[in-house]
Protein backbone atom coordinates (compact mmCIF):
# COMPACT_ATOMS: atom_id res chain seq x y z
CA UNK A 1 0.00 0.00 0.00
CA UNK A 2 1.14 3.36 -0.72
CA UNK A 3 0.57 6.92 0.60
CA UNK A 4 -0.75 9.76 -1.24
CA UNK A 5 0.74 12.86 -0.21
CA UNK A 6 -1.72 14.70 2.49
CA UNK A 7 -4.06 11.97 3.17
CA UNK A 8 -3.96 10.31 6.48
CA UNK A 9 -3.82 6.75 7.24
CA UNK A 10 -7.08 6.77 8.72
CA UNK A 11 -8.86 8.89 6.00
CA UNK A 12 -7.57 5.61 3.60
CA UNK A 13 -8.74 3.12 5.61
CA UNK A 14 -12.15 4.49 5.94
CA UNK A 15 -12.60 5.17 2.40
CA UNK A 16 -11.43 1.49 1.83
CA UNK A 17 -14.21 0.19 4.07
CA UNK A 18 -16.46 2.37 2.28
CA UNK A 19 -15.15 0.63 -0.97
CA UNK A 20 -16.15 -2.39 0.33
CA UNK A 21 -19.33 -1.74 1.68
CA UNK A 22 -20.72 -0.11 -1.81
CA UNK A 23 -19.19 -3.65 -2.99
CA UNK A 24 -21.62 -5.34 -0.64
CA UNK A 25 -24.52 -3.90 -1.42
CA UNK A 26 -24.55 -3.83 -5.19
CA UNK A 27 -24.06 -7.84 -4.64
CA UNK A 28 -26.97 -7.74 -2.32
CA UNK A 29 -29.23 -5.98 -4.15
CA UNK A 30 -27.94 -7.51 -7.51
CA UNK A 31 -28.85 -10.85 -5.75
CA UNK A 32 -32.25 -9.43 -4.13
CA UNK A 33 -33.25 -8.46 -7.92
CA UNK A 34 -32.14 -11.84 -9.15
CA UNK A 35 -34.58 -13.67 -6.36
CA UNK A 36 -37.39 -11.09 -6.63
CA UNK A 37 -37.67 -11.54 -10.62
CA UNK A 38 -37.46 -15.59 -10.47
CA UNK A 39 -40.35 -14.77 -7.84
CA UNK A 40 -42.22 -13.13 -10.53
CA UNK A 41 -41.37 -15.40 -13.57
CA UNK A 42 -42.67 -18.37 -11.57
CA UNK A 43 -46.06 -16.15 -10.67
CA UNK A 44 -46.20 -15.43 -14.13
CA UNK A 45 -45.99 -19.15 -15.34
CA UNK A 46 -48.59 -20.32 -12.72
CA UNK A 47 -51.04 -17.68 -13.72
CA UNK A 48 -50.18 -18.75 -17.73
CA UNK A 49 -50.87 -22.37 -17.02
CA UNK A 50 -54.38 -21.48 -15.32
CA UNK A 51 -55.26 -19.35 -18.23
CA UNK A 52 -54.69 -22.16 -20.57
CA UNK A 53 -56.82 -24.47 -18.64
CA UNK A 54 -59.33 -22.46 -18.50
CA UNK A 55 -59.54 -21.60 -22.05
CA UNK A 56 -59.48 -25.65 -22.84
CA UNK A 57 -62.26 -26.09 -20.59
CA UNK A 58 -64.45 -22.86 -21.69
CA UNK A 59 -63.54 -24.58 -25.06
CA UNK A 60 -64.49 -28.28 -24.11
CA UNK A 61 -67.69 -26.86 -22.99
CA UNK A 62 -68.80 -25.05 -26.07
CA UNK A 63 -67.87 -27.66 -28.23
CA UNK A 64 -70.60 -29.72 -25.76
CA UNK A 65 -72.78 -27.48 -26.23
CA UNK A 66 -72.14 -26.99 -29.87
CA UNK A 67 -72.71 -31.14 -30.45
CA UNK A 68 -76.38 -30.31 -29.16
CA UNK A 69 -75.69 -34.03 -27.12
CA UNK A 70 -75.10 -33.37 -23.22
CA UNK A 71 -76.67 -33.97 -19.93
CA UNK A 72 -77.32 -31.38 -17.16
CA UNK A 73 -76.52 -33.19 -13.55
CA UNK A 74 -78.36 -31.28 -10.90
CA UNK A 75 -76.34 -30.33 -7.26
CA UNK A 76 -78.76 -28.31 -5.26
CA UNK A 77 -82.83 -28.03 -6.20
CA UNK A 78 -84.59 -24.36 -5.47
CA UNK A 79 -88.15 -25.80 -5.18
CA UNK A 80 -90.18 -22.16 -5.66
CA UNK A 81 -91.08 -20.49 -1.84
CA UNK A 82 -88.78 -23.29 -0.15
CA UNK A 83 -85.70 -23.83 1.06
CA UNK A 84 -82.70 -25.49 -1.22
CA UNK A 85 -82.59 -29.47 -1.37
CA UNK A 86 -79.19 -31.14 -1.91
CA UNK A 87 -79.32 -33.72 -4.37
CA UNK A 88 -75.74 -34.92 -4.07
CA UNK A 89 -77.42 -38.45 -2.97
CA UNK A 90 -80.30 -38.50 -5.28
CA UNK A 91 -78.76 -39.88 -8.94
CA UNK A 92 -81.04 -37.15 -11.27
CA UNK A 93 -80.52 -35.84 -14.73
CA UNK A 94 -81.66 -34.76 -17.92
CA UNK A 95 -80.11 -35.38 -21.46
CA UNK A 96 -80.41 -33.25 -24.23
CA UNK A 97 -80.36 -34.04 -27.75
CA UNK A 98 -82.48 -32.71 -30.38
CA UNK A 99 -84.43 -35.69 -31.31
CA UNK A 100 -84.91 -36.36 -27.27
CA UNK A 101 -85.14 -34.71 -23.71
CA UNK A 102 -85.18 -37.54 -21.06
CA UNK A 103 -85.47 -35.76 -17.79
CA UNK A 104 -84.97 -38.46 -14.19
CA UNK A 105 -85.43 -34.46 -11.96
CA UNK A 106 -86.88 -35.15 -8.10
CA UNK A 107 -89.39 -32.66 -7.63
CA UNK A 108 -89.90 -30.78 -4.58
CA UNK A 109 -92.87 -28.73 -4.72
CA UNK A 110 -96.87 -27.57 -5.35
CA UNK A 111 -98.78 -29.62 -7.53
CA UNK A 112 -102.02 -28.53 -9.16
CA UNK A 113 -105.22 -29.86 -10.50
CA UNK A 114 -104.99 -32.66 -12.73
CA UNK A 115 -101.97 -34.80 -10.64
CA UNK A 116 -102.70 -37.99 -9.91
CA UNK A 117 -102.59 -38.52 -6.10
CA UNK A 118 -99.56 -40.84 -5.08
CA UNK A 119 -98.02 -41.07 -8.03
CA UNK A 120 -96.09 -38.28 -8.33
CA UNK A 121 -92.78 -39.58 -10.90
CA UNK A 122 -90.86 -35.71 -9.69
CA UNK A 123 -89.72 -34.19 -12.81
CA UNK A 124 -89.12 -37.95 -14.57
CA UNK A 125 -90.53 -37.49 -18.97
CA UNK A 126 -89.29 -37.97 -22.13
CA UNK A 127 -90.17 -36.52 -25.35
CA UNK A 128 -88.99 -35.22 -28.45
CA UNK A 129 -88.80 -31.52 -28.19
CA UNK A 130 -91.05 -28.97 -30.46
CA UNK A 131 -88.71 -26.45 -29.94
CA UNK A 132 -84.82 -26.87 -29.13
CA UNK A 133 -82.63 -23.81 -29.63
CA UNK A 134 -79.10 -22.80 -28.11
CA UNK A 135 -77.74 -19.35 -28.39
CA UNK A 136 -74.19 -18.06 -27.46
CA UNK A 137 -74.48 -15.09 -24.54
CA UNK A 138 -71.24 -12.94 -23.88
CA UNK A 139 -70.18 -15.15 -20.44
CA UNK A 140 -71.66 -19.20 -22.07
CA UNK A 141 -75.29 -20.65 -23.31
CA UNK A 142 -78.78 -20.15 -23.34
CA UNK A 143 -80.51 -23.59 -24.42
CA UNK A 144 -84.69 -23.38 -24.53
CA UNK A 145 -86.52 -26.53 -25.12
CA UNK A 146 -90.45 -26.96 -25.07
CA UNK A 147 -91.61 -30.92 -24.56
CA UNK A 148 -95.73 -31.73 -24.84
CA UNK A 149 -97.25 -35.18 -23.98
CA UNK A 150 -100.72 -35.30 -23.99
CA UNK A 151 -101.48 -34.35 -20.43
CA UNK A 152 -98.68 -31.43 -19.54
CA UNK A 153 -96.23 -29.07 -21.76
CA UNK A 154 -92.65 -28.97 -20.47
CA UNK A 155 -90.56 -25.73 -20.63
CA UNK A 156 -86.97 -25.93 -20.11
CA UNK A 157 -84.45 -23.52 -19.79
CA UNK A 158 -80.87 -23.56 -19.46
CA UNK A 159 -78.00 -21.45 -18.24
CA UNK A 160 -75.07 -22.61 -19.02
CA UNK A 161 -71.48 -21.08 -18.06
CA UNK A 162 -68.42 -20.98 -19.59
CA UNK A 163 -67.24 -23.18 -17.25
CA UNK A 164 -69.53 -25.74 -17.23
CA UNK A 165 -71.77 -24.76 -14.28
CA UNK A 166 -75.56 -24.73 -14.87
CA UNK A 167 -78.88 -23.18 -13.64
CA UNK A 168 -82.37 -25.07 -15.24
CA UNK A 169 -85.45 -23.94 -15.22
CA UNK A 170 -88.55 -26.45 -15.66
CA UNK A 171 -91.78 -24.99 -15.94
CA UNK A 172 -94.98 -27.18 -16.03
CA UNK A 173 -98.57 -26.87 -17.01
CA UNK A 174 -99.88 -28.39 -13.37
CA UNK A 175 -96.74 -28.07 -11.09
CA UNK A 176 -95.19 -24.90 -9.89
CA UNK A 177 -91.74 -24.13 -11.31
CA UNK A 178 -88.78 -25.46 -10.06
CA UNK A 179 -84.94 -24.97 -10.69
CA UNK A 180 -82.06 -27.02 -10.57
CA UNK A 181 -78.38 -25.67 -10.02
CA UNK A 182 -75.32 -28.01 -11.45
CA UNK A 183 -73.12 -28.58 -14.40
CA UNK A 184 -73.64 -29.89 -17.66
CA UNK A 185 -70.96 -32.97 -19.15
CA UNK A 186 -70.80 -35.62 -21.86
CA UNK A 187 -74.17 -38.09 -21.67
CA UNK A 188 -72.90 -41.41 -20.26
CA UNK A 189 -73.60 -44.11 -22.00
Given at each position: ?12 IK ?32 KI ?38 LS ?101
Amino acid sequence: MFYLAGTSLVTMIKTSKILIMKKHICFLVAFSIVIVSTGFSQEKNSKIIKEEKTTQKKGRIEQLVNSQNFEFVGRTAFPLGSSPVELSSNPNSVTFTPDLIFSDMPYYGTGYAGMALGRDAGMSFQGKPEKFTIERKAKGFEISAVVKSKDDTKTLSLSVSESGSAMLTISSNDRSTISYQGEIRPIKK
